[in-house]
């Protein structure tokens, strides 16, 4: 990024010098694979195995997401079944969970919003860094029913140690790692510990990367748009020019810690400059987030509840978007996310939880090219989610959540919108499930969700000039509920030579709100409408492994995992706009605790030619990538030395679903390094 940002980059301090480099963004687990019975999902409210839930449920958690995690969470998820990346740069990188985005994923931080504005746009960065983090749940298909109407399309939860919640078994218990690419001449360190103090558990992290423009094979710009639309000055050629990042975070907490309990609080500070590769010369975003969060859980509480459990999280966050050294936009947010969770006692095989939640938002945005009015949002909300098992192989889950949502704004000053435009949404979404264990090892889940979503203040107030989107944005006040229908099918096998599942899934949407081109241009920009449609969504996810070895010191593994979204307007027959294409990865892991751990895989990406009104097709790629993992002993300390390969052909490659995928492709071959000790 050639501008004023630079100084501010080059004064910032650094937490070492990178090593060796060679980067990855797609990588698969090369440790050894657990039973789906034996990892516990916390985020669907039960609390059972992932063999156990009626939804589609990924958990990442120790050396696979030490392995895949990357600069933008988006990023780190991308390799996982139905979730692709909002790639907007290395910068701002958010979820995409069959083909849903924005408002329509719900992103958590142990299970309260992170309240940023990443769902606002997707040039925006979502303020969580993974590599600091213990445990990534996703669930895909609606969640609405535990986490409101935003998770219609799916939930991501972060799970962090910033409040721990049971005692350090050690004096110190931590992690250091310092890791550096060559694609981008990345470099990036973290520290964290955690201490026990009596009763107490006291934590502190830091994290710190920067990164240059990463290199990129032939030109930015695809070659349609170099011939309908040449530039002034030479096309970029070979990096990605406003492509660079620096993240700097630090985090302290602690809590007060008893047999049936524990209460505590934690602050983070984190900081973001980052590029935005939108062909624009010169456009930049530096974020910042303040947050603090309080979380107490109690168990054995009395005759009726078993545990309980009170989540808040307070965030202060601004960012400006600037155009060279000149300011442009500036966002400002502050949010409240605060919910109870109750969870009563078994009564005979009925198990469940109840809740309530508030949430919070005053938003505004200011500058002459604001594109939408300060608005203010409040969230009320009671849910319950209930199983009873019905025989011994078949368990059965319901529930439902009534929100209480409440919109308005103030209004532009040069009278773009009447002052005091209130909406009022009351939504009530209801979800049913089926579990059964058909044989040993095999189950069959089945989820059903009736879901509503309010619609957003962009998506009813918005009309102006986006910068970072290059795009002209206009709202419609007059929008209405957002309602859909969705079911899930999926076979899983939990153990065995062969484990994984396979499902299908199928979403029918009534006035579903879209961003789409018009075709006009507005202040030289293209105008972009949300409007409702009535939509269906139906596609397909598999990851199937074949353990040819697997024992407690060798594994040799062959896995397959391919997936599919089919989006289209019912009434017109066009196309939903950014969804992405059929992709295939196939993979081999070899494990051996005396030598190493090694992945190596093939992803192939189809291209996407059901393409939405105005909307550009994208061709096909293939990706190769590697990792390989070593553990060595120095002095009495084991440490573990890591090497990634991504696109290691250097294949053209450009993401779909990104709204800058014609003039910026995905980083060329690239490698990592790294070392990481765990004490």
Request: cysteine-free.
């Amino acid at each position: 990024m050639k501008n004023s940002k630079d100084s501010k980059l080059n004064s910032m301090p650094f937490l070492f010098v990178a090593a060796l480099t060679l980067s990855v963004g797609q990588t698969e687990v090369v440790a050894q694979e657990r039973s789906l019975d034996e990892i516990v999902v916390q985020s669907t409210g039960i609390g059972k195995t992932l063999s156990d839930q009626a939804q589609p449920v990924t958990v990442l958690s120790g050396a696979e997401l030490d392995m895949k995690s990357q600069g933008s969470l988006g990023d780190t998820l991308a390799s996982e079944p139905g979730i692709t990346s909002s790639s907007f740069g290395p910068g701002a990188g958010r979820p995409v969970i069959r083909g849903f985005d924005g408002d329509r994923i719900r992103v958590l931080e142990n299970g309260v919003g992170s309240q940023d504005l990443s769902s606002l746009s997707p040039d925006h960065a979502v303020t969580i860094q993974s590599s600091l983090v213990d445990k990534i749940e996703v669930v895909r298909g609606p969640a609405a029913l535990l986490y409101g109407t935003s998770a219609v399309g799916g939930v991501v939860n972060i799970f962090d140690n910033r409040i721990p919640e049971k005692l350090p078994k050690a004096p110190v218990e931590g992690t250091a790692e310092i890791r550096g690419e060559t694609v981008n001449q990345g470099r990036s360190a973290l520290m964290s510990v955690t201490a026990p103090v009596d009763s107490f558990a006291v934590h502190v992290d830091g994290f710190s990367s920067k990164t240059d423009d990463y290199d990129i094979p032939g030109y930015a710009r695809t070659a349609a748009l170099r011939a309908s639309s040449p530039l002034e000055y030479p096309e970029p050629k070979g990096e990605l020019t406003y492509s660079d990042t620096q993240t700097d975070i630090v985090s302290a907490g602690g809590s007060y810690i008893t047999d049936r309990g524990f209460l505590g609080a934690a602050v983070q500070d984190y900081k973001t400059i980052y590029g935005v590769p939108n062909g624009e010369p010169d456009v930049s975003v530096n974020a910042h987030r303040r947050r603090l969060d309080v979380r107490g859980g109690v168990s054995e509480t009395g005759e009726l509840i078993d545990s309980a459990t009170l989540r808040t999280g307070i965030v202060d966050y601004d960012h400006t978007e600037f155009e060279g050294e000149e300011a442009g936009t500036k966002f400002k947010q502050n949010g409240v996310d605060s919910r109870l969770d109750l969870k009563h006692k078994q009564y005979g095989d009925i198990t469940g939880t109840w809740g309530i939640q508030f949430q919070n938002n005053d938003f505004k945005a200011l500058g002459e090219e604001a594109f939408q009015p300060p608005t203010k949002s409040e969230t009320y909300s009671l849910f319950v989610l209930e199983e009873y098992r019905l025989i011994d192989d078949v368990k059965l889950q319901a529930g439902g959540r009534y929100d209480w949502n409440y919109i308005d704004t103030t209004g532009f000053d040069d009278d773009t919108f009447d002052d005091n435009i209130n909406r009022n949404f009351d939504s009530f979404s209801q979800s049913g499930g089926a579990v059964w264990d058909v044989i040993e090892d095999y189950s069959l889940a089945l989820s059903v969700a009736h879901t509503e979503r309010a619609p957003t203040g962009q998506e009813l107030f918005a009309d102006g000039r986006h910068v970072a989107t290059g795009v002209y944005e206009v709202g419609d006040a007059d929008l209405a509920m957002e309602r859909s229908l969705g079911t899930d099918l999926t076979l899983r096998k939990s153990d065995g030579d062969f484990r994984g599942f396979v499902g299908g899934f199928y979403n029918r949407f009534w006035d579903y709100v879209s961003a789409n081109p018009t075709g006009e241009v507005v202040e030289d920009l293209p105008e972009y409408q949300f409007e409702s449609i009535n939509a269906d969504f139906w596609g397909f996810e598999s990851q199937v492994a074949w353990h040819l070895v697997d024992t407690v010191s060798r594994g040799v593994s062959f896995d397959l995992q391919p997936d599919y979204v089919w989006a289209r307007d019912r009434d017109t027959h066009d196309y939903v706009p950014r969804i992405p294409p059929l992709r295939i990865k196939v993979g081999t892991n070899f494990f051996d605790e005396r030598y190493a751990r090694a992945r190596f895989e093939v992803q192939h990406v189809f291209a996407q030619d059901k393409t939405a009104p105005n909307e550009t097709s994208t061709d096909a790629y293939t990706m190769l990538n590697m990792y390989l993992s070593k553990d060595v002993t120095v002095g009495k300390q084991p440490v573990e030395l890591f090497l990634r390969g991504t696109n290691l052909l250097s294949e053209k490659a450009r993401n779909h679903v990104s709204f800058i995928k014609d003039v910026a492709p995905l980083p060329g071959a690239s490698a990592m390094a790294g070392i990481r000790v765990n004490f």
